[in-house]
Protein backbone atom coordinates (compact mmCIF):
# COMPACT_ATOMS: atom_id res chain seq x y z
CA UNK A 1 0.00 0.00 0.00
CA UNK A 2 3.19 2.75 0.75
CA UNK A 3 4.44 2.00 -2.91
CA UNK A 4 0.62 2.66 -4.39
CA UNK A 5 0.97 5.95 -1.91
CA UNK A 6 4.38 7.04 -3.06
CA UNK A 7 3.16 6.43 -6.55
CA UNK A 8 0.13 8.74 -6.06
CA UNK A 9 -1.92 5.92 -7.71
CA UNK A 10 -5.85 6.35 -8.20
CA UNK A 11 -8.96 4.64 -9.89
CA UNK A 12 -8.75 5.41 -13.50
CA UNK A 13 -4.68 5.93 -13.95
CA UNK A 14 -2.77 3.11 -15.48
CA UNK A 15 0.35 1.62 -13.84
CA UNK A 16 3.24 -0.88 -15.55
CA UNK A 17 4.19 -3.43 -12.96
CA UNK A 18 8.01 -4.63 -14.22
CA UNK A 19 8.62 -7.92 -13.96
CA UNK A 20 5.49 -8.88 -12.37
CA UNK A 21 6.17 -12.50 -11.13
CA UNK A 22 2.82 -14.28 -10.18
CA UNK A 23 1.29 -10.72 -10.03
CA UNK A 24 0.37 -10.65 -6.05
CA UNK A 25 1.80 -6.72 -6.10
CA UNK A 26 -0.02 -5.89 -8.79
CA UNK A 27 -3.45 -7.46 -7.30
CA UNK A 28 -2.93 -5.48 -4.40
CA UNK A 29 -2.01 -2.53 -5.85
CA UNK A 30 -4.43 -2.35 -8.35
CA UNK A 31 -7.42 -3.39 -4.87
CA UNK A 32 -6.20 -0.82 -2.91
CA UNK A 33 -5.76 2.13 -5.38
CA UNK A 34 -8.28 1.30 -7.95
CA UNK A 35 -5.94 1.86 -10.55
CA UNK A 36 -5.48 -0.19 -13.97
CA UNK A 37 -2.39 -2.46 -13.54
CA UNK A 38 -0.50 -4.03 -16.39
CA UNK A 39 1.75 -6.71 -15.01
CA UNK A 40 4.84 -7.47 -17.82
CA UNK A 41 7.01 -10.75 -17.26
CA UNK A 42 8.71 -12.79 -20.16
CA UNK A 43 8.16 -16.04 -18.22
CA UNK A 44 4.98 -18.13 -19.73
CA UNK A 45 4.65 -20.15 -16.77
CA UNK A 46 4.04 -17.26 -13.96
CA UNK A 47 1.87 -15.62 -16.77
CA UNK A 48 -0.26 -18.13 -16.57
CA UNK A 49 -0.47 -18.22 -12.82
CA UNK A 50 -1.08 -14.36 -13.17
CA UNK A 51 -4.07 -14.62 -15.13
CA UNK A 52 -5.06 -17.42 -13.31
CA UNK A 53 -5.19 -16.12 -9.23
CA UNK A 54 -6.02 -13.05 -10.59
CA UNK A 55 -9.62 -14.61 -12.16
CA UNK A 56 -9.57 -16.78 -8.83
CA UNK A 57 -9.58 -13.15 -7.35
CA UNK A 58 -12.13 -11.31 -9.52
CA UNK A 59 -9.43 -9.06 -10.37
CA UNK A 60 -9.72 -9.23 -14.28
CA UNK A 61 -11.34 -5.47 -14.20
CA UNK A 62 -8.17 -3.69 -12.89
CA UNK A 63 -4.82 -6.50 -13.84
CA UNK A 64 -4.10 -7.91 -17.04
CA UNK A 65 -0.55 -9.06 -18.05
CA UNK A 66 1.46 -9.11 -20.92
CA UNK A 67 4.57 -10.79 -22.33
CA UNK A 68 7.58 -9.31 -23.03
CA UNK A 69 10.98 -8.65 -22.80
CA UNK A 70 11.93 -5.14 -20.11
CA UNK A 71 14.87 -4.51 -21.78
CA UNK A 72 12.50 -3.87 -24.94
CA UNK A 73 9.04 -3.12 -23.89
CA UNK A 74 7.24 -2.77 -27.10
CA UNK A 75 4.55 -0.52 -25.18
CA UNK A 76 4.16 3.39 -26.69
CA UNK A 77 5.57 6.38 -25.25
CA UNK A 78 4.16 8.15 -22.50
CA UNK A 79 1.65 4.96 -22.17
CA UNK A 80 1.83 4.37 -17.83
CA UNK A 81 0.97 7.32 -15.35
CA UNK A 82 3.00 5.52 -12.86
CA UNK A 83 5.33 1.99 -13.04
CA UNK A 84 7.05 0.05 -9.77
CA UNK A 85 9.35 -2.67 -9.48
CA UNK A 86 9.64 -5.40 -7.16
CA UNK A 87 13.04 -7.67 -7.32
CA UNK A 88 12.79 -7.39 -10.94
CA UNK A 89 14.78 -5.14 -13.12
CA UNK A 90 18.46 -6.69 -11.04
CA UNK A 91 17.54 -9.77 -12.83
CA UNK A 92 18.62 -7.75 -16.40
CA UNK A 93 22.28 -7.89 -17.49
CA UNK A 94 21.71 -4.17 -18.48
CA UNK A 95 19.60 -2.73 -15.82
CA UNK A 96 20.01 1.04 -16.70
CA UNK A 97 18.60 -0.23 -20.36
CA UNK A 98 15.08 -1.03 -18.36
CA UNK A 99 15.60 2.30 -16.56
CA UNK A 100 15.32 3.82 -19.85
CA UNK A 101 12.52 2.08 -21.04
CA UNK A 102 10.55 2.65 -18.15
CA UNK A 103 11.06 6.59 -18.44
CA UNK A 104 10.01 6.34 -22.19
CA UNK A 105 6.87 4.57 -21.16
CA UNK A 106 5.97 6.59 -18.12
CA UNK A 107 3.56 9.83 -19.01
CA UNK A 108 5.44 13.11 -18.26
CA UNK A 109 5.35 13.93 -15.05
CA UNK A 110 4.67 9.98 -14.04
CA UNK A 111 6.78 7.65 -11.31
CA UNK A 112 8.79 5.02 -11.07
CA UNK A 113 9.21 3.17 -7.55
CA UNK A 114 11.12 -0.19 -7.19
CA UNK A 115 13.16 -2.31 -4.55
CA UNK A 116 15.89 -4.65 -5.74
CA UNK A 117 18.86 -6.50 -4.36
CA UNK A 118 21.81 -3.76 -4.81
CA UNK A 119 25.08 -3.86 -2.80
CA UNK A 120 25.53 -1.48 -0.57
CA UNK A 121 28.08 1.13 -0.92
CA UNK A 122 30.37 -0.21 1.96
CA UNK A 123 30.77 -3.47 0.26
CA UNK A 124 34.37 -4.47 -0.06
CA UNK A 125 34.71 -6.77 -3.16
CA UNK A 126 38.74 -7.23 -1.46
CA UNK A 127 36.48 -8.21 1.54
CA UNK A 128 35.59 -12.39 1.17
CA UNK A 129 33.03 -12.37 3.52
CA UNK A 130 31.24 -9.85 1.52
CA UNK A 131 31.86 -11.44 -1.77
CA UNK A 132 30.65 -14.90 -0.23
CA UNK A 133 27.25 -13.04 0.66
CA UNK A 134 27.22 -11.32 -2.43
CA UNK A 135 27.73 -14.84 -3.99
CA UNK A 136 25.01 -17.01 -2.08
CA UNK A 137 22.17 -13.86 -3.33
CA UNK A 138 23.48 -14.33 -6.67
CA UNK A 139 23.18 -17.61 -6.56
CA UNK A 140 19.53 -18.17 -4.69
CA UNK A 141 18.23 -15.63 -6.99
CA UNK A 142 19.87 -16.26 -10.09
CA UNK A 143 20.83 -13.05 -10.82
CA UNK A 144 23.76 -11.62 -13.34
CA UNK A 145 25.31 -9.28 -10.98
CA UNK A 146 24.77 -6.89 -8.19
CA UNK A 147 24.68 -3.00 -8.37
CA UNK A 148 25.60 -0.55 -5.86
CA UNK A 149 23.14 1.72 -4.85
CA UNK A 150 25.54 4.73 -6.06
CA UNK A 151 25.58 2.48 -9.46
CA UNK A 152 21.52 2.27 -9.50
CA UNK A 153 21.14 6.03 -8.65
CA UNK A 154 23.47 6.87 -11.12
CA UNK A 155 22.11 4.60 -13.95
CA UNK A 156 18.29 6.19 -12.99
CA UNK A 157 19.91 9.64 -13.28
CA UNK A 158 21.47 8.71 -16.67
CA UNK A 159 17.65 7.19 -17.96
CA UNK A 160 16.16 11.00 -17.02
CA UNK A 161 14.95 10.20 -13.79
CA UNK A 162 14.61 12.84 -10.77
CA UNK A 163 15.32 10.98 -7.70
CA UNK A 164 12.88 11.90 -5.03
CA UNK A 165 13.97 9.38 -2.24
CA UNK A 166 16.79 6.34 -1.96
CA UNK A 167 16.71 4.23 0.92
CA UNK A 168 18.73 1.48 2.38
CA UNK A 169 16.71 -1.09 3.95
Known amino acids: YKLALKLGLKKGMTCLDVGCG ?6 NIASFSGA ?6 YNDYQLRR ?22 NMEFADNSFDAAFAIEATCHSDEPGRVYGEVFRVLKPGGRFAFYEWIM ?9 NHVKIKDVILEGSGLPDL ?21 DV
Do not use: W
Open 120 to 128: TDKYDPNNK
Open 36 to 41: NVVGLN
Open 147 to 167: QTTAEVVAAIKKAGFKIIEVE
Open 22 to 27: VGKPAR
Open 50 to 71: CKFLTKQEGMEHLCRYVQGDFN
